[in-house]
């Protein structure tokens, strides 16, 4: 099959998902074809089942904004026709959606069908606002195909735009599961290089380990953890270790100052390969307003590492509540505090839940959920 792939190529994660998408297809022996302004951060190792096309945005005076969507549009509708696409898949529907609509539209509807994959923001803050709101509902209703990465997206999508459940399916996001995995004898090792990272001796022989990955927006309520972590260190010996960038990135790091906890927090900024930090943590916070999924707690759990995470939209579909880690609300607290303390206190509590991580990660592996969009592709291609 002849795949086209478009989606955000920055740090997140549908990026991430997408990216990791194409590689398992091309893996399989179908051709998959990126569409985007740049390559996806993940996707570092080509293979011969792999191109990317970069959209070129014009730059004129004549234009405040660069026409984006327009440039992708005709990006897509040349690939399509010159390398004889099967069918399209796009991730976000604004403005994704929209540009493979009017690439269909561009090469004839009856060459070309396109899936969409609705990942949250793109329905919980932008197509939820009210100057993009009709464009998103028209996008979402005019793709061929919608998959959503939680029961609770697809609920609250047809929730906001009406869009009727049989139109959407749910299609969890995945993980390697062999790639993300715990590897005890190198833990050592990895918090030597996290030590020389640093500069210093930021963990000691006891220290206990809790990270956080985002893009540091607000949503995902970063200084909620901050708080909490000041008060978990008044209780245990703990290193708070910070990946990624955005927004908040001063404000946090300011907060951190002021809390006079600079010696125990790490800002790592942005990291592709997040293996080693996960492997050498023994909790993971994500403490988010919401989560439509919650990719990077299914990388923490697929690395043995318990999850303290917000109860809010789709991550209860991941992490169970007192078996692989702790749902709590994202703005108490003492609650989030309790929550870490109890596992990081109770070493065998901490153990089982390891384990239990583990054991719930196996069941969003990538050779589980890639099958799921095949079977989709071929539904919405009409040869099944």
Same mark, same amino acid.
């Given at each position: 099959?002849?795949?086209?792939?478009?989606?955000?190529?920055?740090?997140?994660?549908?990026?991430?998902?997408?990216?990791?998408?194409?590689?398992?297809?091309?893996?399989?022996?179908?051709?998959?074809?990126?569409?985007?302004?740049?390559?996806?951060?993940?996707?570092?190792?080509?293979?011969?089942?792999?191109?990317?096309?970069?959209?070129?945005?014009?730059?004129?005076?004549?234009?405040?904004?660069?026409?984006?969507?327009?440039?992708?549009?005709?990006?897509?509708?040349?690939?399509?026709?010159?390398?004889?696409?099967?069918?399209?898949?796009?991730?976000?529907?604004?403005?994704?959606?929209?540009?493979?609509?009017?690439?269909?539209?561009?090469?004839?509807?009856?060459?070309?069908?396109?899936?969409?994959?609705?990942?949250?923001?793109?329905?919980?803050?932008?197509?939820?606002?009210?100057?993009?709101?009709?464009?998103?509902?028209?996008? +979402?209703? %005019?793709?061929?195909? $919608?998959?959503?990465?939680? #029961?609770?997206? !697809?609920?609250?999508?047809?929730? &906001?735009?009406? /869009?009727?459940?049989?139109?959407?399916?749910?299609?969890?996001?995945?993980?390697?599961?062999?790639?993300?995995?715990?590897?005890?004898?190198?833990?050592?090792?990895?918090?030597?290089?996290?030590?020389?990272?640093?500069?210093?001796?930021?963990?000691?022989?006891?220290?206990?380990?809790?990270?956080? +990955?985002? %893009?540091?927006?607000? $949503?995902?309520?970063?200084? #909620?953890?901050? !708080?909490?972590?000041?008060?978990? &260190?008044?209780? /245990?010996?703990?290193?708070?270790?910070?990946?990624?960038?955005?927004?908040?990135?001063?404000?946090?790091?300011?907060?951190?100052?002021?809390?006079?906890?600079?010696?125990?927090?790490?800002?790592?900024?942005?990291?592709?390969?997040?293996?080693?930090?996960?492997?050498?943590?023994?909790?993971?916070?994500?403490?988010?307003?919401?989560?439509?999924?919650?990719?990077?707690?299914?990388?923490?759990?697929?690395?043995?590492?318990?999850?303290?995470?917000?109860?809010?939209?789709?991550?209860?579909?991941?992490?169970?509540?007192?078996?692989?880690?702790?749902?709590?609300?994202?703005?108490?607290?003492?609650?989030?505090?309790?929550?870490?303390?109890?596992?990081?206190?109770?070493?065998?509590?901490?153990?089982?839940?390891?384990?239990?991580?583990?054991?719930?990660?196996?069941?969003?592996?990538?050779?589980?959920?890639?099958?799921?969009?095949?079977?989709?592709?071929?539904?919405?291609?009409?040869?099944?």
């Amino acid at each position: 099959m002849k795949i086209g792939l478009t989606c955000y190529p920055t740090f997140g994660g549908s990026g991430a998902v997408a990216a990791e998408l194409g590689i398992e297809l091309a893996k399989m022996g179908h051709c998959v074809h990126f569409i985007s302004y740049g390559l996806p951060f993940r996707l570092n190792n080509f293979s011969k089942n792999i191109s990317f096309h970069e959209v070129e945005v014009m730059a004129y005076p004549l234009f405040r904004y660069p026409p984006y969507t327009l440039s992708l549009s005709a990006k897509m509708s040349e690939i399509i026709e010159s390398e004889k696409l099967d069918i399209l898949h796009v991730h976000y529907a604004m403005p994704h959606a929209t540009s493979a609509y009017l690439a269909r539209k561009m090469v004839g509807d009856d060459k070309i069908r396109f899936v969409t994959t609705l990942h949250g923001t793109d329905i919980t803050l932008v197509g939820n606002h009210h100057s993009f709101f009709k464009i998103t509902k028209f996008s +979402i209703e %005019n793709s061929n195909g $919608v998959t959503c990465v939680s #029961n609770y997206l !697809k609920e609250a999508t047809s929730e &906001t735009f009406f /869009i009727p459940g049989n139109k959407m399916k749910v299609i969890y996001n995945f993980i390697d599961t062999q790639k993300y995995k715990r590897d005890e004898d190198k833990v050592i090792y990895e918090k030597k290089k996290l030590n020389e990272f640093i500069g210093r001796e930021f963990l000691k022989k006891d220290d206990l380990v809790i990270s956080h +990955i985002s %893009n540091f927006r607000p $949503v995902k309520r970063i200084q #909620n953890i901050i !708080k909490a972590f000041c008060a978990i &260190t008044r209780n /245990i010996n703990a290193k708070l270790v910070l990946v990624g960038d955005g927004p908040d990135i001063s404000w946090c790091k300011l907060m951190v100052e002021k809390l006079k906890i600079s010696q125990k927090v790490c800002f790592m900024g942005l990291q592709e390969d997040i293996v080693p930090v996960l492997n050498i943590s023994d909790l993971y916070m994500l403490p988010s307003k919401s989560e439509s999924f919650g990719l990077s707690a299914l990388e923490a759990l697929s690395c043995s590492v318990p999850v303290v995470g917000t109860k809010n939209g789709g991550l209860p579909e991941v992490v169970l509540d007192g078996s692989c880690g702790f749902l709590i609300d994202p703005e108490n607290i003492d609650e989030i505090t309790e929550a870490a303390l109890k596992i990081l206190s109770d070493k065998k509590l901490k153990s089982q839940m390891s384990i239990a991580a583990r054991k719930r990660a196996l069941l969003f592996d990538s050779k589980i959920i890639i099958p799921q969009y095949l079977d989709y592709y071929n539904e919405v291609l009409n040869y099944v």
